[in-house]
């Protein structure tokens, strides 16, 4: 496999925490001290805008999957949500990803899983301007 091919594979996950599995164990072991290193995975973060891109993107559509209702307002708090816990987390300190990309992405995933979902647009004719 080239290695282009397989530094997207590497970097998808970056070194975030497995959260849903991570919380299925504190909650079913609240006496335990855990090591989150089990929990996360070994990286590395995206190093560049590409992989940045593809990581924010694969977390999107997985997470948007356990949406019970998709909403135009559920679909867009979920990627603000994902993509700023990947900024805080610093996934993104390796690649040369701008601030202006990562907006340009979020709006292009809401609107693919508006698309997607079914989303109705919301067509109030009273605030229609000529």
């Excluded at 090591?35 to 997470?63: C, H, N, Q, R, W």
Aim: cysteine-free; glycine content about 2%.
């Amino acid at each position: 496999m080239p290695d282009v091919i397989l530094d997207f594979i590497r970097t998808h996950h970056g070194t975030t925490r497995v959260d849903y599995f991570y919380n299925v164990f504190v909650k079913n072991n609240p006496d335990k001290l855990v090591d989150e290193s089990l929990f996360t995975y070994p990286g590395p973060i995206p190093f560049s805008k590409e992989t940045a891109v593809l990581m924010m993107a694969d977390s999107v559509e997985a997470a948007s999957r356990a949406l019970k209702e998709p909403s135009e307002e559920s679909i867009n708090n979920l990627v603000d949500k994902i993509i700023e816990h990947k900024l805080m987390r610093g996934q993104f300190n390796n690649s040369n990803i701008t601030l202006k990309d990562i907006t340009e992405s979020a709006v292009i995933f809401k609107a693919m899983l508006k698309s997607i979902y079914h989303v109705r647009v919301d067509y109030d004719l009273s605030k229609k301007t000529m």
